[in-house]
């Protein structure tokens, strides 16, 4: 008897034990939910870079429906962070047409097929094969006509295989689409420049150097300056490339070509420079000497004046 406890104390302790039990289960419960949800576990294991855990949690949140589009979709990306881009590229598109009715699903699906073969068309173009870079870059316009990405690839690849006007056109796509990006400014300059058309490219590097700041990369800027300036000293216009090839070597100070071109400048600014003071003293005292000449030839007319 001595370890019983009273009735009413008994029942008391029992409701309080039964609701601590319950507060302390339920957040485990939740989270033995939030485990045994596939899709969700793909998604976390996705964002921490899991892609073998994330693909398998994908494929079993497929298991009651293998159309759902969600799990389609995650599954796609699982292959393509895993870079079996050829499988990925597969599932986004079993993902795209599944999730036609679901357009959160579906443009991520889209995003997904153009990211994937647009890799593709950079590996092929990094393999020597512009060819079939091209075939690819294609396909994934197909999808996104928008894609600016692609559209500029595109303009390169064309213009490697000989078809310059056909570049140029891409290139003017890309700039009416996005007429202040500074990918395209940069790519659009690029090909005139390639071309040795100054006067088209000009205006495009003055225009990537007035974006806003923090607009591109700096690399892209630098290189947009050493280019204004290379073009201004084939002018002769050296005053406005110095300022240009100051500007580089601020934004690149170890790229060897901005400080090549501008130490070259620099000297040659440096001699203009001498040679200027120079003729500004000969022309100084060429002008004494004429002054001198005058003074004494009104001398000598004022003498043979006098009667």
């Known amino acids: 008897m001595g370890c019983e406890f009273p009735k009413e104390r008994t029942k008391t302790n029992g409701k309080r034990f039964f ?4 507060l302390a289960l339920l957040p485990a419960s939740s989270s033995a939910l939030a485990q045994d949800d596939p899709a969700a576990r793909s998604e976390a294991l996705a964002a921490k870079g899991d892609f073998a855990g994330a693909l398998e949690a994908a494929e079993r949140s497929l298991e009651p429906d293998p159309e759902e589009p969600r799990g389609l979709l995650l599954r796609a990306e699982a292959l393509a962070g895993l870079g079996r881009r050829g499988d990925a590229v597969e599932a ?5 047409v599944a999730s036609l009715a679901e357009s959160g699903t579906h443009d991520r699906a889209k995003r997904g097929i ?3 073969i647009h890799a593709r068309a950079l590996e092929e173009d990094g393999r020597g094969d512009p060819q079939s870079a091209l075939s690819s870059a294609i396909e994934a316009l197909v999808f ?7 559209i500029l690839l595109r303009g390169r690849l064309l213009e490697d295989l000989g078809r310059r006007e056909e570049a140029e056109e891409e290139f003017r796509t890309a700039l009416e ?3 202040s990006n500074p990918r395209a400014l940069e790519e659009a300059a690029l090909f005139y420049l390639r071309s040795r058309r100054n006067a088209d490219a000009l205006p495009l590097l003055e225009k990537r150097i007035a974006a ?3 607009a591109g990369s700096t690399k892209g800027l630098a290189w947009a300056h050493f280019n204004a300036a290379r073009i201004q000293v084939e002018e002769g216009r050296r005053g406005a490339a110095l300022v240009h090839l100051r500007a580089a070597a601020a934004l690149a100070p170890d790229d060897p070509d901005v400080r090549a071109v501008l130490s070259d400048l620099e000297a040659f600014r ?9 003729e500004t003293r000969l022309l100084a005292g060429i002008l004494a000497v004429l002054a001198a000449y005058a003074g004494l030839g009104a001398f000598v007319w004022r003498r043979l004046a006098r009667p």
């Open 212 to 214: 806003p700041a923090g």
């Open 19 to 22: 609701g601590i039990l319950l």
């Open 144 to 150: 996104d006509t928008d894609f600016l990405e692609g």
């Open 177 to 179: 689409k996005a007429p």
């Open 92 to 96: 986004f598109r079993a993902a795209y």
């Open 270 to 278: 440096m001699q203009a420079d001498r040679i200027a003071r120079a």
């Open 114 to 116: 153009v990211r994937c």
